[in-house]
């Protein structure tokens, strides 16, 4: 069966900082792309960050550009999201999301981690 859990949520205060990660299993880790997209009540899903099946590529959302860092071990299945100088604004709930390199029909989602970014 296909999973991926996030895990890494909670609350932090602005300006602080905290690591996602999500860990896949149920298929072929390496060759599909991972992404981390957010959702805050009364908004659309959002992409955060993307990065390619071997981790040589990433795009980010202008909005976390230069704070947050996604990587991934394919090694250990798992894909990160380094959040840093965090905002109010961040607060949202954090899905992984894996995509097949070639067929885009492949893709998977995670049930979410919830970011609480509050003073």
């Known amino acids: 069966q296909v999973q991926l859990v996030e895990s890494g949520g909670g609350l932090v205060q602005p300006g602080g900082s905290l690591s996602l990660s999500c860990v896949a299993s149920?298929?072929?880790?390496?060759?599909?792309?991972m992404s981390w997209y957010r959702q805050a009540p009364g908004k659309e899903r959002e992409l955060v960050a993307t990065?390619?099946?071997?981790?040589?590529?990433?795009t980010y959302a202008d909005s976390v550009k230069g704070r947050f860092t996604i990587s991934r071990d394919n090694a250990k299945n798992t894909v990160y999201l380094q959040m840093n100088s965090l905002e109010a604004e961040d607060t949202a709930v954090y899905y992984c999301h894996a995509q097949h390199r070639t067929w885009r029909n492949d893709n998977y989602w995670g049930q979410g981690t919830q970011v609480t970014v509050s003073s």
């Open positions: 990065i390619t099946s071997t981790g040589g590529s990433t």
């Open positions: 149920g298929f072929t880790f390496s060759r599909y792309s």
